[in-house]
């Protein structure tokens, strides 16, 4: 419905210059620096195509997503088309920030993209998936042969037993790379974990399930604890954040990557960037009693509903949907598409280093909140982070921190 | 200039006092709902604001202190002509004048455990063994982001000190040293006492600095609880919880302190010159 | 004997100094000129083999380079350039203007009006942040340099406002009070001492041009992207997955380079407006 009045609006709005279709008409793109470059080499050949002129705006993280929130309070649209990360959605759907996009992109579309749903509300996808970040565990295989592991442990547990092994024999003195400053990186393990080991972190109501001791996300924490305080990760740990750790792993420290980035499958396997790309494996995430899930921190882009320039966008976010795109989006950026069609073709061109593995990995990506992702997410989870930063540094027991977070979570959730 | 003010500043602000009485949220800012002060009662029963006043307070009296007593001392070494004194004074305010943001960058470079400067000069010299945490060690972490505040605020500090030094008139310092009083009583006695008003611009200046903290520390250690800064604090609730009214009225609760704190110090430094 | 403990005290201090302001400098300049994988060796080595200059390269546009970093790089220096430089002699005029009167002019009006001047420099930028974001949107000057560039007067009008009032009020009115009686405008009159007031206007520039340089919170919401300085331009540079600490070095000594010159050349200036307005 929303959609419908939106367009109405926007016609009679543009009806004078519609007949030049979108010639000349300009559009803003607000992303974060990671697609600058592919994004920029493509420009040209869309405004060639189509007469319709883009402007790449790249912001950092924080500043982008404060960026959008201001501008969409004061009714503008921050740019004709803007990052929308998968948590974003309760928030900016409450609030009517985003044009439904279920009728711009044709049924074809969304019945091959693997991830839309994460952009669904009240029956409106908000956004369309760009980068399928999902998390894989990466596994410096050399350090677990030469620590006489010949079989590479699918559990959580025993996989901690088999670096703790790499440790003792000082193949490695830290093995396992986790990132524990109190920026949102820090999370990504823990609810990865909290997935693998099969549970969840809410129930329905969003009351916390991670406080029991048998609770899959009372493991998956004692799991990170455990790992810091035995040294297994590096101390420094609660200094870094995710970028950090990839750069160290990418150099040859630390065997296991336990929560890897999905487009770092490039990077790790190019012999021009990374000390270990005889030596890595991507494996599935390890869990409990043969299971395995992962959880993806999806990247979409949306359309504003203050944007004018609706129809223009919607073209631009088509073109970066092509298959052939999005290919290069992914072998040359590490952009990895949604697209089951691509990913496949993809593996096929063996494209995709490890492929197999990768695409049995893409079957057990599940919601991080099955339920919906509560309004509250960024906060709580910037929270979280702070959190866990702290029981690293041994100011909070186990409990108490986990207690403290449920707490968090329970007055986020009544505010 | 009136008009600048009115439109930038003035305005602004009183839409911003508006705002810490009402319940606002970040999401919706034309649904208002009056709340009265219940926004500045939420704020002192925080345990995160509390922290992060604790975390401030600190950064201001270390600030401060430091910035007087090294102050001085440069002051002192400094006031009288030597062969490169206008090098060594432009080194020394160097690190003044650029932006707090590579200020960040630089000082993260040398904390860095692994890649940092200062473990690998103490790991040389054998003063270490492991890679040292610094900044997310709780029991450092704070001084590490209050040495870097001061690093920047001391130099321009002890140019302040400095050239005060120099105006008092030699006639004096020599008629004093005639008495036969050493350099010590000579500080004490006759440049202190000259010094009241200046301690009390420089105290006002570093007071500012110390309570607007925010790049240094969101650069090295992020949100962690042990080092975040009230004005971080602020940023958080405002544009992270998305609560507008408390995050306004925080920011008021700052703008007050600091200018009660100022009053405060310049009816201290007053009495101080009345006494002697 | 005294004296040979003052050239201790001296050297020292001076040696000291010396550390105190080159070495984290030195440490940003050595971070620049290492390859990555050299950068992330540990412990780190002080004397690098192998110097880089890739970084910069990269940064300017040499070679075999992203073009991108290093168009948005030039854009974004070009900005800080026009920004800093546009406020300064916005600020310069007003503070002129103003500082004379609030020098010259005393009355209860003009002291309560100085008294409120000083206290919005208490104020944090988050204080006011959001309204003004709104204002800026209906003035249509987001991120433009004209919007940025008024922020910054406003907000820097205050101090250089107070250094000039400091100045004048040194500038023994004697010159004036004759101008008067010759019958010449109090504009004229003021434009008398001008030269007078020299190393004021000089320092208070310098002072505005470094703060407004130095900005970071600023820009960031109100001049994001096209209107983007060098320090917002530093944080793009940060990847998704990987921050190249190289090219940030790389791009934050150019980032430094203004501030260093005129360290280097206007130091004396600097000093005098820093302590003019204070130990008046």
């Known amino acids: 419905m929303a959609g419908c009045k939106g367009e109405e609006k926007k016609e009679t709005k543009a009806a004078n210059d519609s007949t030049q279709s979108q010639d000349g008409e300009e559009i803003t793109v607000l992303l974060p620096p990671w697609y600058e470059e592919g994004l920029t080499a493509a420009i040209p050949d869309f405004e060639e195509k189509t007469g319709i002129s883009v402007k790449l705006e790249i912001m950092e993280w924080d500043p982008l997503r404060d960026r959008i929130v201001q501008s969409c309070t004061s009714n503008k649209a921050p740019a004709d088309i803007t990052e929308f990360s998968w948590d974003w959605v309760g928030t900016f759907g409450a609030a009517g920030w985003y044009e439904p996009l279920n009728d711009y992109m044709d049924e074809d579309f969304w019945e091959d993209c693997l991830t839309k749903d994460s952009y669904l509300y009240e029956g409106n996808y908000l956004a369309v998936p760009i980068y399928n970040d999902f998390r894989m565990t990466y596994l410096n295989t050399k350090d677990f042969s030469e620590a006489g592991i010949s079989e590479i442990p699918t559990d959580a547990f025993e996989l901690l037993e088999a670096a703790e092994k790499i440790k003792e024999q000082g193949i490695e003195e830290y093995p396992v790379s986790l990132p524990l400053s109190a920026t949102a990186g820090a999370t990504t393990p823990w609810f990865m974990l909290t997935k693998s080991l099969g549970g969840e972190l809410f129930d329905d109501n969003y009351k916390a399930l991670f406080t029991e001791k048998d609770s899959a996300g009372y493991q998956a924490m004692e799991w990170i604890m455990k790992a810091y305080e035995e040294e297994l990760v590096n101390p420094a740990a609660v200094d870094y954040q995710g970028t950090d750790i990839v750069d160290h792993y990418m150099n040859g420290d630390g065997s296991i990557d336990i929560a890897g980035w999905s487009g770092n499958v490039t990077e790790y396997f190019n012999a021009d960037k990374s000390a270990i790309s005889d030596s890595v494996e991507v494996v599935k995430v390890p869990g409990a009693n043969g299971s395995s899930r992962t959880y993806s921190l999806l990247e979409g882009i949306g359309i504003p509903a203050a944007s004018e320039h609706k129809e223009a966008a919607a073209e631009f976010i088509k073109y970066i949907n092509t298959e052939e795109f999005l290919k290069t989006f992914f072998v040359d950026y590490g952009i990895f598409p949604s697209s089951q069609k691509v990913i496949d073709s993809l593996i096929e061109s063996e494209d995709i280093p490890g492929g197999e593995v990768v695409s049995e990995v893409l079957g057990t990506i599940e919601p991080l909140f099955p339920q919906g992702a509560p309004e509250w997410y960024g906060t709580w989870e910037g929270e979280t982070a702070t959190i866990m930063n702290q029981m690293a540094k041994g100011e909070m027991s186990l409990e108490e921190g986990l207690k403290a977070i449920a707490d968090s979570a329970d007055e986020l959730n009544e505010g | ?276 | 004997m005294c004296k040979r403990k003052r050239l201790c005290a001296v050297i020292i201090t001076s040696v000291l100094i010396i550390i105190y302001s080159i070495l984290p400098v030195g440490w940003m300049i050595r971070t620049s000129l290492l390859d990555k994988s050299e950068l992330l060796k540990s412990p780190a080595r002080f004397l690098i083999k192998e110097i880089s200059i890739d970084n910069y390269k990269q940064m300017l546009g040499v070679g075999e380079a992203n073009i991108l970093t290093s168009r948005n790089f030039k854009t974004a220096f070009f900005n800080s350039v026009k920004e800093a430089l546009l406020s300064t002699l916005l600020i310069i005029v007003i503070a002129v203007l103003a500082g004379y009167v609030f020098a010259r002019v005393k009355t209860r009006i003009t002291q309560i009006l100085f008294v409120l001047l000083l206290v919005t420099m208490v104020l944090p930028a988050y204080s006011v942040m959001l309204p003004l974001y709104r204002i800026m949107i209906g003035l249509n000057l987001l991120d433009t340099v004209t919007g940025v560039v008024l922020i910054y007067v406003s907000a820097f009008m205050p101090l250089a406002i107070w250094i000039m009032r400091s100045f004048f009020e040194s500038v023994p009115t004697g010159i004036e009070e004759s101008a008067w009686i010759d019958g010449s405008s109090r504009i004229k009159a003021m434009l008398l001492i001008l030269p007078l007031a020299m190393p004021g206007i000089i320092a208070a520039a310098i002072i505005s041009f470094l703060s407004v340089w130095s900005q970071y919170a600023i820009p960031l919401v109100f001049a994001s992207s096209d209107a983007q300085p060098l320090t917002v331009f530093l944080t793009t540079l940060s990847g998704k997955s990987s921050v190249n600490f190289g090219l940030i070095s790389a791009g934050g000594m150019f980032t430094i380079l203004p501030p260093v010159i005129i360290v280097i050349f206007l130091n004396r200036f600097l000093v005098s407006g820093l302590t003019k307005g204070a130990v008046k």
């Open chain 2, 1 to 276: 200039m009136l008009l600048f003010l009115a439109g930038f500043v003035i305005i602004p602000l009183g839409v911003s006092i508006f705002d810490s009485f009402f319940q606002v949220s970040l999401l919706d800012v034309d649904s208002r709902e009056f709340s009265g002060i219940q926004n500045y009662i939420r704020l002192f029963s925080d345990k995160n604001v509390r922290q992060a006043f604790l975390n401030t307070s600190f950064y201001v009296v270390t600030a401060l202190t430091a910035e007087s007593v090294l102050g001085i001392l440069t002051a002192v070494v400094l006031k009288d002509k030597f062969r490169f004194r206008g090098i060594i004074v432009a080194i020394l305010i160097l690190p003044w004048a650029l932006p707090p943001l590579v200020n960040g960058v630089i000082w993260k470079l040398i904390f860095d455990p692994s890649i940092g400067m200062l473990n690998s000069v103490l790991m040389r010299l054998e003063l270490i063994e492991e890679p040292f945490i610094w900044l997310n060690n709780p029991d450092i972490s704070k001084i590490c982001v209050i040495i870097v505040h001061i690093w920047k605020m001391l130099p321009m500090i002890s140019i302040i000190f400095m050239a005060k030094m120099q105006t008092i008139p030699e006639e004096i310092l020599e008629a004093a040293s005639l008495d036969g009083s050493g350099k010590f009583k000579q500080f004490f006695t006759m440049i202190l006492p000259n010094m009241r008003g200046i301690f009390l611009i420089t105290l006002i200046q570093g007071s500012i600095g110390a309570v607007h903290l925010f790049d240094e520390p969101y650069y090295m250690t992020g949100t962690a609880s042990d080092t975040r800064s009230l004005l971080i604090e602020d940023y958080l609730i405002a544009f992270r919880k998305y609560d507008l009214g408390e995050g306004m009225a925080l920011a008021m609760v700052i703008s007050f302190s600091l200018l009660i704190m100022i009053v405060l110090l310049m009816i201290l430094v007053r009495r101080g010159t009345k006494d002697v």
